[in-house]
């Protein structure tokens, strides 16, 4: 069936320490996996994706990583900040659903100063 | 801003009745997907349509309808509402209907007392 899940659901990181959350994926055939980030009562908005074609993306201090074969792919944060302090959602896109994202259940991460 | 709009921002209403929650998309979106996020609970997805039309749909209730109209902006109707009805609702759109980015509006958080 449609699942993606996400590993832990609670992460507690000192202020510059790195975070990884880790998703996993049931449908082979997704190729499209974004990571949402979403502070108490707003939006989830977009801070990184990656295509089934790369195994890695980065952007400043937020990079994804894709294994494939594993159906496995992960978040990692690095020299962490109060302000990451939110609830994270990893999601894939099931192939028989027209861009129809499954998300998984959130991590909700917490900088401490 | 995402450039998603919905509304009403806040919706408190009772146990059987009925309310119309409204999303415009980005300028030039097609598709719209509705989700329905409870409290500490992850998106569910709901239903997608693209130009007017119903592509996709998820674990949506038989008391919950949707559409699409030719303006683009799309409305998610509860009926018979229930307790447990009660939870952020988001519309997320994007241009097409391949994979890629979603953009969320900020939701309609319902009430059902």
């Known amino acids: 069936g449609e699942n993606v899940e996400q590993h832990p659901s609670t992460l507690s990181v000192q202020e510059g320490d790195s975070a990884v959350i880790k998703c996993t994926y049931s449908?082979?055939?997704?190729?499209?996996f974004p990571w949402y980030k979403q502070e108490l009562g707003k939006r989830p908005q977009l801070i990184i994706d990656i295509r089934s074609n790369v195994g890695e993306k980065k952007d400043q201090r937020i990079a994804v990583t894709l294994n494939k074969t594993a159906k496995h792919f992960s978040l990692h944060i690095t020299e962490t900040q109060p302000e990451d302090s939110a609830v994270y959602f990893c999601?894939?896109?099931?192939?028989?659903?027209?861009?129809?994202?499954?998300f998984g259940a959130g991590t909700r991460l917490a900088v401490h100063p | 801003d995402s450039g998603v709009t919905q509304t009403p921002k806040h919706l408190i209403t009772a146990t059987g009745q009925r309310v119309t929650l409204r999303c415009s998309p980005r300028?030039?979106?097609?598709?719209v997907y509705w989700y329905q996020q409870s409290l500490d609970q992850g998106l569910q997805f709901l239903i997608q349509?693209?130009?007017?039309?119903?592509?996709a749909k998820g674990n949506i209730l038989e008391r919950f309808s949707a559409q699409q109209f030719p303006d683009l902006h799309s409305e998610l109707n509860l009926s018979s509402l229930e307790l447990g009805d009660s939870a952020l609702y988001f519309c997320?759109?994007?241009?097409?209907?391949?994979?890629?980015?979603?953009?969320f509006g900020p939701g309609t958080r319902l009430t059902v007392l």
């Open positions: 300028s030039g979106d097609l598709s």
């Open positions: 449908d082979s055939a997704s190729n499209y």
């Open positions: 997320a759109s994007r241009t097409g209907e391949g994979q890629g980015t979603q953009y």
């Open positions: 349509y693209y130009n007017g039309e119903e592509r």
């Open positions: 999601a894939a896109i099931f192939s028989g659903g027209y861009n129809k994202l499954i």
